[in-house]
């Protein structure tokens, strides 16, 4: 089986398209009749399902992977860790399964931005969801220790009262953008058109 596009996707770290690759691949050797060994890239196929955001993907995945890989493989089953962390929505518990494993050269770059993209989806999920929050939940949900959860969150333009160890979440200004109605828009025009005749 020819991997050099999931290479050259490694490779450039684009990994929103790998899994559409290894998708795309493991369908042309089924209908080929080609059975997938210990050399299909399965612990990359799991992270990459797990980085975009496809959870019922990676657990159809993991359904499908054979009992023996994943007996000889145990980085798949430190991804699937990862996968079974974000379904049960255990926030903290998927850096902690991050940081468990010690994950092949290929492996680590797709955890690493998957855990750089995981900590902003988290901030994003605080920001939208409280006012204060102490910096030991903070911590908790960004999967930091104390100290680099407050400096993140200091970083962000939060504010911090030291003597409560609370963060003053600082939302953001959302610029909103006007909808133009269609009818409006004609009832201008008729207008503008009636003025000039």
């Known amino acids: 089986m020819d991997f050099s596009a999931l290479t050259d996707a490694l490779a450039s770290k684009s990994y929103d398209q790998i899994a559409n690759i290894c998708d795309t691949l493991m369908l042309q050797a089924a209908s080929e009749g080609i059975a997938l060994g210990d050399d299909w890239p399965y612990a990359i196929h799991l992270l990459v399902h797990i980085y975009i955001n496809d959870i019922n993907s990676a657990r159809f995945l993991f359904k499908v992977i054979p009992s023996a890989v994943k007996e000889r493989q145990p980085e798949v089953l430190a991804a699937w860790k990862i996968g079974q962390r974000l379904w049960m929505k255990e926030y903290s518990g998927v850096h902690e399964a991050i940081r468990e494993f010690n994950w092949s050269p290929e492996a680590q770059s ?4 998957f855990s750089e993209l995981y ?15 102490s910096i030991q939940d903070t911590a908790l949900f960004l999967g930091m220790n ?52």
């Open 119 to 133: 900590t902003k989806r988290m901030f994003e999920l605080l920001l939208s969801a409280y006012s204060t929050i």
């Open 110 to 113: 797709v955890v690493a931005a």
């Open 146 to 197: 104390e100290d680099d959860a407050a400096n993140y969150a200091l970083q962000q333009g939060w504010t911090m009262d030291p003597a409560s160890r609370m963060l003053t979440v600082n939302k953001q200004a959302v610029a909103t953008e006007q909808k133009l109605d269609p009818s409006k828009l004609q009832r201008l025009t008729e207008y503008v058109f009636h003025l000039k005749h």
